[in-house]
Nanobody
Framework: QVQLVESGGGSVQAGQSLRLSCVVS????????LGWFRQAPGKEREGVAT???????????YYADSVKGRFTISHDSANNTAFLEMNNLKPDDTAMYYC????????????????????????WGQGTQVTVSS
């Protein structure tokens, strides 16, 4: 059974930074698509960033337009941990942030497409709250 545990959320002022972590444990996937998603109250869950990760290292990373240039997704294959570095945070970034993973035998293009399709992910963490005040 795969388990994901997020950490690193908090309350910050606009313009500040946060780094989220997601430790993936359980069945070792040597070819996975990892994603960060967020959901604000009253809104649908939306994709933030995804990364196509092999056990030898990441192959490609993909971002929602709203976070391009501000957020960076990465993956430590040795510890199977995903990160989301969030810079220049804005009040609109306030949401519960979730990480998710799924085995990905289909490659980079498929992983990019999952940004808009959170339902394809099989395993999810419990979420970590990010609050940005102006």
């Amino acid at each position: 059974q795969v388990q994901l545990v997020e950490s690193g959320g908090g309350s910050v002022q606009a313009g500040q930074s946060l780094r989220l972590s997601c430790v993936v444990s359980g069945d070792l996937y040597n070819r996975q698509c990892l994603g960060w998603f967020r959901q604000a109250p009253g809104k649908e869950r939306e994709g933030v960033a995804t990364i196509y990760a092999l056990d030898t290292g990441p192959v490609g990373s993909y971002y929602a337009d709203s976070v391009k240039g501000r957020f960076t997704i990465s993956h430590d294959s040795a510890n199977n941990t995903a990160f989301l570095e969030m810079n220049n945070l804005k009040p609109d970034d306030t949401a519960m942030y979730y990480c998710a993973t799924i085995r990905n035998p289909y490659g980079s293009t498929w992983c990019r497409s999952t940004l808009g399709r959170p339902t394809v992910f099989k395993y999810w963490g419990q979420g970590t709250q990010v609050t940005v005040s102006s």
